[in-house]
């Protein structure tokens, strides 16, 4: 147990122009041990009784964009207020999508919140977007109800997602929320997200016209992959923001609500919603959009002989025979730049099938990559050899070789996913090879920056 009387304390270095928010018993004498041989003068900004780990831990997530090294924070605007003791304003402003952002605690935990409240005062402070309270709805209704004191701490932003992408970033640990409730919310951020990746693109097509495409391989800070930094975001893993992307699109209401009562797995729930995909005749797909595309990416539906095998293709997707697939191909050529490349996948027994789709679509076939997987394939599904690797062949029309000093290994060596997903990391390589515009078929899901066609 924590000792009775700890208090959690700021001490500043106006100096350093620096904060330290930490726990003890007697925060004035932990402030002169600091001070001594310290030639920085150190100041007691705030005290916070009955303050304890909890509330420490809870600051230093608050600021956690501020930290500096272990308790040491930048004294920004935002920690200031929050010492100046500024009380709340006369009205603050409430708002259904960011009260019901995060699920409601139960009636349990809303009764241990009240009666901490009430025995010590309402000790975090809640958080603003302006007058607008983004986190803390449950700590204002019982403060409102009992007469109870609060402070606020007002961050800006530059507008409602950004207020919900700091939300979810500072909060996801600070719930018990399951993997579907992160992933969902996660989601809902996208159009954020996507505002990030299309600034980056934009810098990175100044950088290529610069002839500095080398400066922007090495800008890895900036989130130019939206369902990588979603999956960050959420803190699951991108198979997952990609199962729940599936099931939010195509699983009944019944599904949803299985799965949001914990009656189903995400593995389950995704099921059902592929299989009522699958349920889709892939002959009634759209013809492609329009426009002139430098690279095609396509990842064929291959009809196999052996449909009628557990894990099969046909078990997970809907497949398409030789002749349909070249029946594609006045489309595509009437959509491929005059110097173009196609990235197609072939798998072992398709090879020579491959070569002849490059041929009918208008490609020469120039070379490929192999992906090797870290497992093989599973059960029937290996008659000579278990197979471990696929074929990313690469084809061209007309004159269109890749940026200089972007070539890759010409293998990639990652995780095999689920059923006939391909490794993110071939779009980035793609990427750093050309500028597009790109076009990708029999696409899973959409991806900023290309055109996504066929299965999504």
């Known amino acids: ?46 005290v916070i009784l009955n303050g304890n780990h909890k509330l420490e831990k809870e600051l230093h997530r608050i600021f956690s964009d501020y930290a500096l090294e272990g308790e040491w924070f930048r004294l920004a605007a935002e920690i200031k207020e929050f010492l100046g003791e500024k009380q709340e304003p006369k009205e603050i402003q409430l708002c259904e999508e960011f009260r019901n952002f995060f699920p409601p605690l139960s009636d349990e935990q809303k009764a241990g919140l009240e009666k901490d409240i009430l025995a010590h005062g309402c ?36 507008d409602k997602f950004a207020a919900m992408y700091w939300l979810l970033s500072h909060q996801r640990n600070r719930r018990n929320l399951s993997k579907y409730e992160l992933a969902t919310r996660a989601l809902s951020l996208r159009p954020v997200i996507e505002k990030k990746a299309e600034e980056q693109r934009q810098l990175a097509g100044e950088l290529y016209h610069k002839g500095k495409p080398k400066v922007f391989q090495n800008l890895e800070n900036l989130p130019i992959h ?22 939010l699109r195509s699983a009944d209401q019944e599904t949803k609500e ?5 009656e189903l797995t995400i593995n389950q729930a995704y099921g059902q919603a592929r299989a009522l995909e699958r349920r889709k005749d892939i002959t009634n797909i759209p013809t492609l959009p ?42 595509i050529q009437s959509r491929a730049t005059d110097d173009a490349v196609l990235f197609l996948w072939v798998t072992s027994p398709f090879l020579p099938k491959g070569l002849e789709l490059c041929q009918a679509w208008g490609f020469e076939y120039k070379t ?23 074929f990313l062949f690469v084809a061209t029309k007309g ?38 515009p790109y076009i990708e078929l029999f696409a899973r899901k959409k991806r900023p920056n290309w055109e996504s066609w066929g299965t999504l």
Not at 311 to 325: C, Q, R, V
């Open 1 to 46: 147990m924590e000792p009775k009387g700890d208090k959690v304390y700021f001490i500043v270095d106006d100096d350093s122009v620096a904060v330290k928010i930490g726990v003890a018993f007697a925060p004035e004498s932990r402030m002169k041990e600091m001070q001594t041989g310290n030639p920085h003068k150190l100041r007691l900004a705030k």
């Open 123 to 158: 000790l975090a402070p809640l958080i603003l977007w302006g007058d607008t309270l983004i986190d803390g709805y449950h700590r204002y209704d019982i403060c409102q109800k009992h007469g109870v004191r609060f402070q606020t701490v007002s961050f800006k932003f530059e």
């Open 226 to 247: 939206t369902d990588k930094e979603l999956a960050r975001l959420a803190d699951v893993s991108h198979d997952t923001i990609y199962k729940v992307q599936i099931i």
């Open 258 to 262: 299985k799965l949001q009562k914990g």
């Open 290 to 331: 329009p426009g002139k595309y430098q690279v095609i990416y396509a990842d064929p539906p291959w009809q196999y002989r052996n449909s009628g095998l557990g894990g099969s293709a046909e078990s997970h997707y809907s497949t398409m025979p030789m002749d349909k697939l070249e029946n594609l191909k006045a489309d």
């Open 368 to 390: 490929n990559f192999v992906w090797i997987k870290d497992k093989s394939t599973y059960g029937k599904l290996g008659f000579y050899s278990y197979s471990q690797h696929e």
């Open 399 to 436: 004159s269109c070789l890749p940026w200089s000093d972007s070539l890759h290994s010409s293998l990639i060596i990652a995780p095999k996913g689920e059923h006939s997903a391909k490794p993110e990391l071939v779009y980035e390589i793609i990427e750093r090879m050309y500028p597009g």
